[in-house]
């Protein structure tokens, strides 16, 4: 719907390369998650760079209020485990770590 009437609406998907314990590799087929959105187009910003994400939520910005909604895939790496109960150490090497 969002497509449709051209709402100025971004979506955000911020991917940290794991879910609870998996990493994205194991569980998804199209880990290219900014390419997901069908007819609404898509982008991937680095995460882990403060400038890449300022400069490109302003972008994303401008052409939502032109165009239309826009998927946002914000990659960055989860450094720790997902809870006090998984450290993270289990499905990840220790090179990795």
Known sequence: M???????VLFICENNKYAMGTSI???AMNTKFYT???VIPGLRIDGNNYFHVKEGIKWAKNYALTHGPLFIEIE???YHGHSMSDPGLSYRTREEV
Not at 2 to 8: A, M
């Open 25 to 27: 590799e194991r569980h």
């Open 36 to 38: 997901r959105g069908d």
């Open 2 to 8: 969002s497509w449709l009437w051209k709402l100025p």
């Open 76 to 78: 960055s790496y989860r």
